[in-house]
């Protein structure tokens, strides 16, 4: 018992230098999300890579465009583990097409439905508010053309390129907008993206509004929800859990939607929402239950970035309690065969550092629905680096050198040594933040704080040292309970030596 006792001192000594085992505290990892109905072929080869690793990915499908090919993929799929997610029938926010055994006076009169032609569903939208931030412009409509009358400055231009949606204030109609190749000219087309707008030739005035700033109201978000369940229910395969907004549209909504309309009425169990996107770390801030509804992708890109710039997100972000979501549409620019070649070799990678993969439903449910599994420290370990760029991960150095045979940071000039920035997995309420300093002449340690909240919130803090000193320090600091990621930055007053260590951050016992 006493050799175990010495055994067990041991690994808390190495942990709180940072080399206790290769992964973080918190056991977060990656999750790999490929959108879009591509080529079975495709598909097919992504599995056989993830497949041969033992790990799954997430296919995020539109339910509305099955063929029987793809009806035998999705159950394929499915049973091998690999998550299929709703990514809405059509690719859009305002339509649909009939499920399969459905008609039209199956959706006639249902609350979001604004006509129906053909076998297509076209869905009610709102008007944005219009308030005083609003600003119009002199535009110039004829037929489906419109043209931008103002001069604009080019930051300006381009927030309007941007924008997805025409409100006319004189007939109070609203058009769906592209961009034509003549300059400030843009195509007209209904909000349903039909080519039957006419107008007149007219001078009026126009407002331009993002994605983001066009609603549509919570019954068509069901009705699209429901039409998807419909198509999976229709070719026999499993229902999705987890609901991805498509880009590139009219509109989009809210995590809170999401959570409210799709989770608490429909099943749901996770989705990808651009508006009030979540930071995907354990003990998040919560109080709404929106953050499984927020898991917005693109912490790293397997599709457009190479390997070592994957990694080092990877290794990165994980160092510091985030779950990245990978992004991907499945078109690499320099051929899928390297692209495949590519995702083979960060799924080698996790599997030698012991980088968890796995599906977004499955990590929704480790990061929202189950306990906080707290762990002694959170803070980034000083012997880690896993993508062998000789920064220890989830550090920026910046006056600092890391010394890993000592796993240590030292600076020879006053000033910022080093930061950790969006720290998650924080427990609230008292902490306890030690570290360890060498230092070879008189100086001050300023440790600030930024919890991403109001400026009252944030915390300096600093330490005096002597001369020759060598001291282990620990600092009192309360957590916010709104907090769920925090940057820390350490700097020095004095040029000298400074040699920093054994870093911790720990929850205080209540």
Known sequence: MRIFGLLLLACALLAGQGVFMNVNALDTGICFRMDDNQTLEKWRQTAEVFDRYGFKFCASINSGKLDKGYVELIKELQAKGHEIMDHTPLHSMVKFTFAPGKKAKDYEGLPGVDHISGSTVFLKYDIPAITAKVKFYKVEIDGSKLILKDILDEKEMKIIKQSAVVYFPETKTICSKRNAREKNVFNLRSIWDENNIKIEKAQTQAAFFSCQNFPVPPETVELIARNSLDNFAAIGAGRPY?????????SVISSETAKKVLGDKLGYLS??????SSWKVFNEYNAAGNCAYGMMWGDFDSENRDLEWNITKIADLTALNHVAIDRSHMHPKEGWEKYLARVDKILAWCVKNKIPVKTQRQWSEELYAAKYPAPANVFPGLGRDLDGNGIPDGYVLANGVWD??????????RGLVFSVNKLGGLVKGGNKLSFKLSADTETEVTVAINFYLAKKDNLKKTVKFSKGETKEYSLNIDIPEKASVADFSFTVSSNGKFVFSAITLSGLQK
Do not use: D, F, L, M
Not at 242 to 250: H, L, M, S
């Open 271 to 276: 989705a990808a929402t651009y508006v009030g």
């Open 404 to 413: 890993e045979s000592i796993r240590s940071i030292t600076a020879i000039k």
């Open 242 to 250: 987890t609901w991805i907004q498509p880009g590139g549209g009219v």
